[in-house]
């Protein structure tokens, strides 16, 4: 039998656990707003600016990271005067410069080249030991055989190799992309744990992104990534979203893309970069 006051007790008890609840339901609102995937529609890539513009040296930033975040909470690019490769994993940007080193930039730091969802994965897949990068665009593709569509494409686990590329912060006159690649750092790791993060995107993307697979890496303790050049897995679980809607955002600065040709061909420059 209880008494009444340890009935008040347990009432009470239960109340603060309550309210324990309700303010933590709302710090991850708030969580979720800021990341802006709560009001962003879903299923929707957004990107700054051009791949184009990037390889031609349009390295000025154009939009802040805390306003990308609105944007969605997962993704890649690079930073104001290309100071090095962006991961955007749950709602945090991290910036992997050309020490190898990763830092969590300013939300006013900006970025004139990036790429993000809301990441809402449809399906999860088992990859299995010694798959590299061929063997898993060869899985995504059979998983997910949109090739006209986005896929948003998140790997966690641990890798028994990692190679990865930062790129130097530069300055004006900003040379193309082409040259700041010939003197890039490579970074090679060893059965390291950590997440891939990126999109495949349509070949008729060609000029406005990257066709095919664009992927970057954050190590799990958070001190090592960068641009993906090769890997190998121990053993890791992919995800795939499908976006099927496509948002562009070009700089208001009218002055930023004046002088770049954005319809030039620059395919033979991209694989040099990617590659
Ligand atoms: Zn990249």
New binding site residues.
């Given amino acids: 039998m209880l008494t009444t006051n340890q009935v008040d007790e347990n009432i009470s008890g239960l109340m603060q656990h309550e309210e324990e609840i309700m303010i933590r339901l709302k710090s991850l609102c708030i969580a979720a707003l800021l990341a802006g995937c709560a009001s962003t529609p879903h299923e929707t890539l957004t990107q700054i600016s051009t791949i184009n513009a990037l390889l031609a040296g349009a390295y000025d930033g154009q939009m802040r990271c805390d306003e990308l975040l609105k944007q969605g909470d997962f993704g ?3 930073f104001d005067r290309l100071d090095g ?2 991961v955007v994993c749950d709602g945090t940007v991290y910036q992997v410069r050309s020490d190898g080193k990763v830092y969590t930039p300013s939300p006013e730091t900006t970025t004139p080249f990036a790429a993000v969802t809301c990441f809402d994965p449809e399906q999860q897949i088992t990859i299995s030991s010694g798959a590299d990068f061929d063997a898993v665009e060869k899985i995504v593709d059979q998983a997910a055989p949109q090739k006209n569509l986005f896929c948003a494409i998140r790997i966690d686990g641990s890798f028994r190799k990692m190679k990865t590329r930062s790129v130097p912060a530069q300055n004006k006159p900003y040379p193309p992309l082409v040259e700041v690649a010939k003197h890039q750092p490579v970074f090679e790791y060893e059965n390291i744990s950590g997440t891939i993060i ?1 999109f495949r995107c349509p070949q008729y993307i060609e000029g406005l992104n ?1 066709p095919g697979y ?3 890496f954050l190590s799990a303790d958070k001190t090592k990534g ?3 050049l090769a890997f190998e897995i121990a053993n890791a679980e992919a995800r795939i979203d499908i976006a099927n809607r496509l948002t562009m955002i070009l700089p208001r600065d009218t002055a930023a893309l004046a002088d770049v040709e954005l319809g030039a061909d620059r395919s033979h420059e991209l694989e040099a970069v ?1 590659k």
């Fill in positions: 890649i690019g690079t490769e962006m990126g990257i664009h992927l970057h960068g641009h993906i990617e």
